[in-house]
T-cell receptor, first 112, second 114 residues
């Protein structure tokens, strides 16, 4: 059973702070890792993808991957109230269909 | 790029009605499309995986005769909820991907069965 675990939160940070979101996965052969943002009542939106160990930065977002520890994280710098959403970690373990296993999501609230 | 369109956005209908939801990849050819269902305050639940020109692969517990999936082309997949009942009310979301690329989601369809 492939599992992706996230702290459900809510995670509350003040505006301007760094928000740190964490995710662990059970399948060691997992190859691709994604962070999606989902606003209440909306569908998920891809914000980051990472495929190799280390850090990947895109604007205020940094994804970090450590395959040895089966751990992937998302840092949001200079958090804004508009970042308040549920963040979904998703993992692809290969296979021709690129099916994703999603975590249950972490609810982030950025307080003005 | 990677725009996925889903239609309709909202459906309200009577119990026993069949409802068809369309999912289109607008600017790329999707080798695979996925259908998810999400109940309030819960995570996404994958219902089925669909490849163009072949039968959909359903997840355990999802009735294939209840949720009919057709993937007629590389840009269009449809989900038909047959004889819908109130317990089928949910947020249905499709996603599309091309080989080796991330899934991109449509805007979702909110289905309410009275």
């Amino acid at each position: 059973q492939k599992e992706v675990e996230q702290n459900s939160g809510p995670l509350s940070v003040p505006e301007g702070a760094i928000a740190s979101l964490n995710c662990t996965y059970s399948d060691r052969v997992s190859q691709s890792f994604f962070w999606y943002r989902q606003y209440s009542g909306k569908s998920p939106e891809l914000i980051m993808s990472i495929y190799s160990n280390g850090d990947k930065e895109d604007g205020r977002f940094t994804a970090q991957l450590n395959k040895a520890s089966q751990y992937v994280s998302l840092l949001i710098r200079d958090s804004q109230p508009s970042d308040s959403a549920t963040y979904l970690c998703a993992v692809n373990s290969g296979g021709s269909n690129y099916k994703l296993t999603f975590g249950k999501g972490t609810l982030l609230t950025v307080n003005p | 790029g990677a725009v996925v369109s889903q239609h309709p956005s909202w459906v309200i209908c009577k119990s026993g009605t069949s409802v068809k939801i369309e999912c289109r990849s607008l600017d790329f050819q999707a080798t695979t499309m996925f259908w998810y269902r999400q109940f309030p305050k819960q995570s996404l639940m994958l219902m089925a995986t669909s490849n163009e020109g072949s039968k959909a692969t359903y997840e355990q517990g999802v009735e294939k005769d209840k949720f009919l999936i057709n993937h007629a082309s590389l840009t269009l997949s449809t989900l038909t909820v047959t004889s819908a009942h109130p317990e089928d009310s949910s947020f249905y979301i499709c996603s599309a991907s091309r080989q080796g690329q991330p899934q991109h989601f449509g805007d979702g369809t909110r289905l309410s069965i009275l």
